[in-house]
């Protein structure tokens, strides 16, 4: 079953399995099967043709995928063309939102954390 160009898991439950869409979260894919009388807990697999054309109808209603990427991106780059302070913060690769960058934003900052090992073995002289 393909929606919004995206293929939805067969082996996964349909609440579950809608998430795989981006714009898709649990809330989300829960109140639209709940809407189309569709129990959460069947597979695609077992969905009709009739109720599979209806969810995908459902959820494109929604803005999703990459029309929703683009919107996104394109919120992002107006924030960097008029300078502002988010906007700053985003073409650092910095958190925009108030978060602390001292010790936390590792993954952000790509200064993610190297132990050492205990096993590592000592330069031979010889």
């Known amino acids: ?30 109140s639209a ?6 129990d959460a807990g069947k597979h695609p697999k077992e969905l009709t043709a009739k109720e599979e054309t209806a969810l995908r109808e459902a959820l494109e209603r929604f803005t999703v995928e990459g029309e929703l990427r683009r919107s996104i991106s394109g919120n992002i780059r ?9 906007g700053s ?24 954390r190297k132990t050492m090992t205990s096993g590592r073995r000592k330069l031979e002289k010889t």
Do not use: C, F, W
């Open 78 to 86: 107006r924030l960097k063309d008029i300078k502002s302070y988010r």
């Open 1 to 30: 079953m393909r929606i919004a160009g995206v293929t939805i898991p067969e082996e996964k439950r349909l609440e579950i399995g809608l998430t795989a869409i981006y714009g898709v979260g649990r809330p989300r894919a829960l």
């Open 33 to 38: 099967l709940e809407a189309l009388k569709i």
């Open 89 to 112: 913060r985003h073409a650092k690769r910095l958190p925009a939102r108030g978060q602390r960058s001292k010790t936390n934003s590792r993954t952000v900052r790509g200064n993610v």
